[in-house]
Structure formats: C-alpha cells, structure tokens
C-alpha cells in the first residue's frame, strides 16, 4: 500500500530534492568551465586594436563587359573619325590620295580581325571587323560623292547595298573569317535594300514597290529556314516578318483601293505571292515541329523540358503562319471576286473562299499545324461573315417591339416594312440569309471531332432559326406569309427543344421568337388574337415535356391575349382586368396539380405577375379595384390551403384588407376605425388563438399589434376632433383595454390602453388647465414646482420601494 505523507511533509521533500539538484548544476558547470579552460591553447597571437581595414569594394562590372564596352566606344569613335575624315578632309587630297588612304584603312580594317582571331582576341577581332564593314559603307559613299557623282542616288544604293552584301557574304566566309558573327548578319541586313531602291530607280509604281518587298521578305524567309548559325537566322526572321508585313499590307491595301479587274488582279497576284511565302514557312516549321516531336517520342526517356517548350513554340509559329496565309488567300481571291460581282456578293464570294480553306483538312500531306492553321482562317472569316449579317438579325428580331406604341394601326404592305417601323434596314442584307445558311451548313456537315459536334450543332441549330427569320424580311414577302414563317420557326425550335439533349438554346430561341412574333402581330387585330392564341396552344402542347418554361409563356401569352381580347371588346382597362385574373386562378389550378414539380415556382411567378398586371388595370376604377383585390385574395387564399403554400395566407389577408380599404375609401368613408377595425378584430383573434396555443408567448407579440393598429389613429384622430363623442368612446374602450389587462395580467393591453387613456384625458382636460394656467398669478407654477421637488425629495426612499414593486409587478406581467 502506497504511503501519501502529508501536505507539508512532502512540500519539504520536494525542497530538499531541489536544493541537491541546485548544488550537483553548480559542480557541473565549474567542472566544464576548467576543461574549456584547460583545452584552449596557452598563447594567443595578440589582435589588432586599431580600426579594421575596409574590405575591398565589389565589383559593379564584370570583366567581360567592360572589354565589351570598351571595344564597342573605340569602334564608333574611329567610325566617326572616319566619317569626318570623309566628308571633311576628302577634297584636300587628290584622286591617288583618295584611293591610298580609303584602300589602305579599309583594308588594314579587314585583315586586322583573322590574326586577333588566332591569337583568341574574339572581342577585339568582332570591333574591328565591325569598323571595317563601317568603311566598306563610307568607301561606297565616297565613290558616289567623287566619281560616281551623275548617277541617281537610288540605282547607286541599289547596286552599292547588292555589292556590300555580296563583299561582306564573302569575307563572312573566308576560311580565317569564319568565326566572326558580324559579317553575314551585316550582308543580310544589306541585302534588304536592293531590289526596293531598283524597283525606285526603274519607276516601278505601288505594285513593283510591293513587289519587290515580298520578293526580299521570300528571300529572307529562305535564309532563315536554310541557315544555321542563330544571329543569321534571327536577323533573317526579322526580316522576313517586317519586310512581309509591310508587303502585305501594301498589297491589301492595292486590293481595297482597285479600280477595275485589272488593278484587282495585280493586286490580288501580290497577296497570293505573300499567302505563298508563308505558308512555304508554315509548311517548313510544321514538319520541324513534327519531326522534333517525332524523335522526341522516340527519346522519351532522356526529354527535356526545353525540347518540349521547343516544339510547342514551333507548332504555335506554324500555326499563326498558316491561318495568316490562309487569311491573306482569301483576301486575294475576295478582291478579285469584288472587282467582278456586284457589291450584293461581296461578302458571300470572301465567304466561299473561307469556306474553301477547310478542303486543307483532308491533305494529310501537310503538318498537323497548317492544316489546323487553314482551319482557324477558315473559321475567322465565317465569324466576320456572321459578324456582318448581325445587324439584319437585329433588326428583324428587336424592329417588332415598335408596334407596342402603334398597335392595330393597320397591317404593313410586307414583312420587311413590318420589321422596319423605326429603324433602318441594313445595306446590300440581301445576301445575310445566304451567309447564314451558308456558315449553318458547314457546322453540321464540317465538324466532325466529337469534343465540338454537339457545339457545332447547336449553332447550326440557331444559324438555320436565324436564317429562316430573316427570309421573310429579305425577300419582302407579305406580312401574313411572314406571321406564317415565324410561327413555323417557333413550333420548330419548340419542337428542337423537346427532342434534343442540349434543348436550351433551342427553347431560348423559341421564346425570343416568340416574343418577336406577338409584337409583329400587333399591326392588325386579327393577326394579334389568331397569333397569340397558337402560341397559347403551342406552348400548352410543349409543356407535357417542358413545363418548367413553356407553362410559364403560355401563362403570359394568355395574359396578353385577354388584354387583346378586352381591347377588341371596347372594354375599359378596369373591366378587362376581371377578364386577367383567369390566367393567375389558371397559374393556381395548375400548381396545385403540379405538386413538387420544378414547374410549379415558375407557373406561380407567372400568375402573380398576371394578378400584379389585374391590379394595375384596375387602379383608376376603385370599386372594380376592390373586387379585383377581393379575387385576387380568393386565388390566394385557395392557394394557402396547400400545406407547403400556408405562409401564402398572409397575402391572402392582405389583398382581403387591402380590398376592404379600397371599397371603403370608393365609398368616401374617412372614418379611421372603419379602416382599422377590419385589423384588429382578425389580429386579436389570431393573437388570442396563439397565446391559448402557447402560453409563454409575450402579449406584446400576441396582442400589441392589433390594439395599436386601432388605438394609435383613433388618438390621432381624437385630438384633431372638435367633438365629444369620438374623445368618449375612445376612453371607454381604452378604459375596457387598461382593465383587461390588470385582470388577465398582460403588460401589452395594460400599457397601451392606459397611455391612450392618460393622453386622452389630457386632450379633454387640455382648454381648462389652459384657463386655470392663465387664471393663476405668474409665481404659482414655479412655487408648485418647488413643492412637488421637496415633497419628491422628502419621500425619496419610499417612491424607490414603490418603483421597485410596480417594476416587478410589470415583469411578472406576459
């Protein structure tokens, strides 16, 4: 058995422990400070007491770069150097000085690189190259200025910049020049400029200018597809796509602004030269990229990420390349189209030249990468095609909605004058059905990849609607043959909707044609009740599969369809809104049938919005608004007695008061208890009800409500009546409320009924303590005052103790 000592016995136990442990720490410790001591060596060298050296500063140039600099600053001042001695000194020396000198440095500059070579002075050898090929460039200048001074300054540059380039292509390639990266860059550079300033010299006009930049740009293209040192190539690319760029905008800008066949044909030659070029590029960088990847699917197992990046680059160029040729064919042969056709055909000839790209998909002789290239080409100018034939879309979709302001103002000649009321019908849209087909038929038939069928089909889908809305329009067919084809698209795109998987933008197409349809039916009276009773039974038939949106249009189409048919009838708005509420009493049957479905939250939005649509109709007549309300809460009321709608009961008692008030205020009743009482008895009574249910409920939740929504006006209404008999029976029932509730012991009905009874006392006793007050010397309200402060002071205490019980007799109270 375990001994437990006591308290204080153990508490100096544990003291004694700690004291010992305290003593063996500091042994310990002096023990380890000896050896440390003992361990160190017997003399240390002595330090410095003086301030420490500053360390040496880093360097903020690396050695490299500033051998770089200073070649590159000694290069440019013998360049400038030269330049002086050429266009300053040169006349001072005769022609055999001239050519000494210009020969001398000129090849003094260029033999100097090949021993710096040997000797490993690359830097070195790369500046002074550099200054050489600067005076090959003076040397042509000179000779121009001495002894070539007739000749025109543009076949001199030609035939100087060809000669440069080929001068410094060769000493590129000597066999002790060769690791110099200067010089063929330098000759590529040069080689920009010779054809450019021929086709200057020979008069060549925009079409030889043009011509001879895609020439240099398809040179330059060839350089960098065939070389391999990395400056030659980059300089090469540079080129090719500046040079190109600038030809190709050249030419489209020739094709924009031709004047006949002829100039269209040179022009369109230029852009199909340019498409050439690159898609020869495309062509070369796909089969690169897919030989890289080729082998690196072979080599999987030692790939690197930098190939990767590689090939995905290359694909991307290609890519580009391939739908920017494609783009700059179409062009070509568009233009050439333009100059023939009329204008009408402008856009459908660029758009079946669009559309012939896509033949590229079935030679497989060509990359992965061109071909999906000519497919994105193909692909933009069907949107820009779609882009253009927008418009006409609009404006037979959205031109409708201005018959709402000029209803059975008589039906229009045509359907294009139906769709144009207020706004203007596009240029040249006769063609916008063709195009819409058109891009339609090439997604259901051209898609084929299963990740884009259904998409394509979609959109298929809605090209072929919006071809067959816009027909009518376009061909100014007449305005019931237009109704007739509208309908046809709604019960299609419906129908779409019903056996579709992807049924939502076909139902979205349905109910905006819809819509489009019943206001191009208000230019006549006929047209507007034929039409929107089809839609009725249209979208009642659809709703066996989907209830959940075409419930709902059929419910607002019948709303609009009464509005119709009282409007035909002569009714007035008021009377007509007695002919609305079939549709909410509708909305509420069908609920009811619907149960849980998903269509019951949307069937019941649409009929409340009728009944909100009855409620408006009906404001300027009170007596029918008031029946209007009064029906309106009957179809709510019907609706609360569903289990899951109970909370609805509410707004049934609130169109039942607010019908009640209405009916009173028709009457001209301005009696405030007539408006309010209808309150208080159906509250009280509820309020009773749930404080028998739950007796821990606060009588200000249970009966404060409906005293106050009575008392309140009535006190209000009291002190502004001249008479007695308001005042009194106002008292006597606050009198009731105060006594009731000290017998039942509830804080609402005592409280409230004893402040109006208190305040009401004070409106009827108000004109005599006026005239006592002015009866009375002026010193008795301060003298009374001052007794009522001392005689509140003297029973301080006691008032406290009475605070105190009426304090706990309140809360006691529910």
Not at 304 to 311: I, L, Q
Not at 599 to 605: D, I, L
């Amino acid at each position: 058995m375990t001994h437990i000592p006591p308290p204080a016995e153990e508490l100096r136990l544990l003291d004694a422990e700690l004291w010992q442990l305290d003593a063996r720490r500091a042994q310990l410790l002096a023990r380890r400070a000896w050896l440390v001591a003992a361990l160190q060596p017997k003399w240390q060298a002595p330090q410095p007491t003086g301030p420490r050296p500053a360390a040496s500063p880093r360097p903020e140039a690396s050695a490299p770069s500033v051998q770089n600099v200073l070649l590159v600053l000694g290069g440019v001042l013998l360049t400038i150097a030269a330049m002086v001695f050429t266009l300053v000194s040169w006349g001072h020396l005769g022609i055999t000085g001239r050519t000494l000198v210009l020969g001398a440095v000129t090849v003094a500059a260029l033999a100097a690189p090949l021993p710096l070579l040997k000797r490993g002075l690359r830097s070195t050898a790369e500046s002074v190259a550099g200054l050489g090929l600067a005076l090959t460039v003076l040397d042509a200048v000179a000779l121009h200025g001495a002894v070539f001074l007739e000749t025109p300054g543009a076949p001199y540059t030609a035939v100087a910049s060809a000669l440069l380039a080929a001068l410094w292509t060769a000493y590129g390639f000597l066999p002790g020049a060769t690791g110099l990266r200067l010089p063929r860059p330098a000759a590529l550079v040069a080689a920009q400029l010779p054809l450019l300033f021929w086709a200057i010299a020979a008069d060549a006009g925009s079409y030889g200018l043009t011509a001879a930049l895609l020439v240099t740009a398809g040179f330059d293209t060839v350089v960098a597809l065939r070389t391999t040192p990395g400056s030659v190539r980059v300089v090469a690319a540079i080129g090719a796509y500046g040079v190109g760029a600038w030809g190709a905008l050249a030419a489209g800008l020739l094709t924009w602004t031709a004047s006949g066949p002829s100039a269209a044909a040179r022009a369109a030659a230029l852009l199909l030269l340019a498409s050439a070029i690159t898609l020869a590029a495309a062509w070369q960088g796909g089969r690169r990229a897919a030989h890289a990847a080729d082998t690196a699917e072979d080599t999987r197992a030692g790939e690197s990420s930098d190939g990767t990046g590689h090939t995905a680059r290359a694909n991307g160029q290609a890519l580009g390349l391939a739908v920017a040729s494609g783009l700059l064919a179409v062009v070509a042969l568009g233009g050439t189209a333009r100059s023939l056709l009329p204008e009408l055909w402008t856009v459908p000839a660029h758009l079946a030249f669009g559309i012939a790209l896509l033949a590229a998909l079935r030679l497989h002789r060509l990359p992965d990468a061109v071909r999906r290239g000519l497919a994105w080409a193909a692909a933009a100018v069907q949107a820009l095609s779609l882009l253009w034939a927008l418009p006409v879309v609009g404006v037979v979709v959205l031109g409708p909605l201005a018959w709402a302001s000029r209803a059975w103002t008589g039906a229009p000649s045509n359907s294009r004058t139906a769709v144009t009321v207020d706004v203007t019908w596009p240029p040249h849209a006769e063609a916008a059905p063709l195009v819409l087909a058109a891009v339609a038929a090439v997604l259901a038939l051209a898609v084929r990849d299963t990740a884009w069928r259904s998409r394509a089909l979609t959109g298929a889908s809605g090209l072929a609607w919006a071809t067959a809305l816009t027909l009518p329009a376009v061909l100014e067919l007449p305005y019931p043959a237009g109704l007739l084809i509208q309908s046809a698209a709604t019960a299609g795109a419906l129908t779409a909707a019903m056996y579709l998987r992807q049924h939502v933008t076909a139902l979205v197409l349905a109910l905006v044609t819809s819509a489009s349809l019943a206001f191009l039916a208000l230019a006549s009276q006929t047209a507007t009740l034929v039409v929107l009773s089809g839609l009725i039974a249209l979208f009642t038939a659809a709703s066996w599969r989907l209830a959940s949106f075409t419930a709902p249009a059929a419910l607002v189409h019948g709303a609009a369809l009464a509005c119709a048919t009282g409007a035909a009838a002569h009714w007035s708005p008021a009377h007509t809104a007695l002919l609305v509420l079939v549709v909410p009493a509708t909305a509420a049957l069908l609920a009811g049938r619907l149960g849980d479905s998903r269509a019951t939250v949307p069937v019941e939005a649409a009929g409340a919005a009728a009944g909100l649509l009855a409620i408006a109709l009906a404001a300027t007549d009170l007596p029918l608004l008031a029946t209007v309300l009064a029906l309106c809460g009957v179809i709510t009321a019907g609706t609360a007695i569903r289990t899951d709608r109970r909370p609805v009961g509410y707004a049934a008692a609130a169109l039942f008061l607010a019908a009640t008030w209405v009916r009173l205020a028709g009457w001209e009743v301005d009696t405030p208890e007539a408006y309010t009482l209808p309150v208080t008895i159906p509250a009280l009574l509820v309020g009773a009800l749930r404080h028998r249910r739950d007796p821990q409920t606060s009588s200000w939740t249970s009966y404060a409500p409906g005293l106050a929504a009575t008392l309140v006006p009535s006190l209000f209404a009291a002190w502004g009546d001249p008479h007695w008999t308001r005042p009194l029976l106002l008292g006597v029932a606050a009198l009731s409320v105060t006594l009731a509730g000290a017998r039942h012991r509830l804080q609402a009905p005592l409280l409230l009924g004893g402040s109006v009874l208190l305040l009401d006392a004070l409106h009827e006793l108000a004109p005599y303590i006026v005239q006592v007050t002015d009866a009375l010397p002026r010193w008795v309200p301060p003298a009374l005052a001052g007794l009522l402060l001392l005689a509140l002071g003297a029973t301080y205490e006691h008032r406290l103790r009475d605070a105190k019980r009426m304090r706990h007799f309140l809360t006691t109270m529910h």
